[in-house]
């Protein structure tokens, strides 16, 4: 188990440097070692378990690529629980001990569970991909074995008001979300979609739809990709401030406090929040 507690807010941009990309390299436990793509990563830990975060791509000249760009890949996602979204360019995916097929475009949110093996047909000319990997120590004894796959733009009848108690605040109702995973292999794993804006529910919201709530992720780590709006965060501890768009990737520590301010009139986040303790 990897325990960090450094308390800064970590961030980043969906186009990574050339220099941050490096070969993807993996033990696959049936195959053996395996080299496919390329990986940035952004997130490199939590403050328990082992979490990581970063970017995935494929294209003419990535390791392992046919010369038009597409790929054969059989990945079972060794390393923890991943999440999976679909930036550009489109898969099929099939889970190797059923045969069941799922096509992902962009948009695309796969959940996939450690150690169910697929198979990736990776379409020309390029693929990239968003992805949060998950790695706790206290096993889940209903760990599901199921992927499941979403997409971000769905518009479900489940959505709920988001209700939760800060520490110090109290009691505080911030926007809406929608569970994509409600538990998972090791510890606390839960993922969906969030809102805010005109209309929605909040504590303290503006007639333009700007939402400001204080958060210290009680839950456990927070790895966000922000879809749609502009957010700022406050870092209470430093006084730093940082301004996200649509596109950017957020790490929030379990612990630290921060005021979330998402601008008008909408904003919209896929979430990951990770403990390494299972839920009480």
């Known amino acids: ?26 033990e696959e436990p049936r195959l053996g070692k395996q080299v496919a793509g390329e990986v940035a990563i952004f997130r490199p830990h939590g403050t328990s378990g082992s979490l990581q975060a970063g970017f995935w791509r494929t294209g003419p ?8 760009g597409s790929h054969t890949i059989v990945y079972s996602s060794p390393l923890g629980d991943e999440t999976a979204v679909v930036i550009e360019g489109s898969a099929t995916v099939t889970v190797n001990a059923t045969g069941e097929k799922h096509e992902l475009t962009p948009g695309s949110v796969l959940s996939h569970p450690k150690g169910v093996e697929l198979t ?8 990239k991909k968003y992805w949060v990997i998950w790695d706790g120590t206290d096993a889940n004894p209903n760990a599901p074995r199921d992927i499941a796959v979403v997409n971000h ?12 108690t800060e520490p110090a605040e109290g009691p505080q109702v911030a926007g809406e979300l929608f569970f994509i995973r ?21 504590t303290e919201v503006d007639p333009d ?7 210290t992720g009680t839950l456990g780590d927070e790895t966000i990709l922000l879809l749609e709006g502009e957010v700022e965060v406050r870092e209470t501890d430093s006084g730093r401030v940082t ?22 009139p909408f904003t919209k986040k896929l979430w990951v929040i990770t403990k390494d303790q299972l839920p009480e």
Not at 153 to 164: I, K, L, R, T, V
Not at 182 to 202: D, M, Y
Not at 243 to 264: C, F, P
Request: cysteine-free; charged content about 15%.
């Open 243 to 264: 301004n996200y768009r649509a596109g950017d990737l957020i790490g929030l520590n379990s612990g630290q406090h921060i005021t979330w301010t998402s601008k008008g």
């Open 61 to 68: 000249t990535s390791p392992g690529a046919s010369q038009d």
């Open 120 to 127: 990736w047909e990776v379409h020309a000319p390029y693929f």
């Open 1 to 26: 188990m990897t325990s960090v507690v450094e308390h800064k807010v970590h961030g980043g941009t969906p186009h990574p440097a050339p220099e941050e990309w490096v070969p993807f390299e993996w």
């Open 182 to 202: 409600e538990g998972g292999s090791t510890g606390t794993h839960l993922s969906g979609v969030w809102r805010s804006g005109k209309g929605i529910a909040g």
């Open 153 to 164: 733009n769905d518009n479900p009848q489940e959505w709920a008001e988001y209700h939760f």
């Open 209 to 215: 739809g700007t939402l400001r709530t204080p958060y």
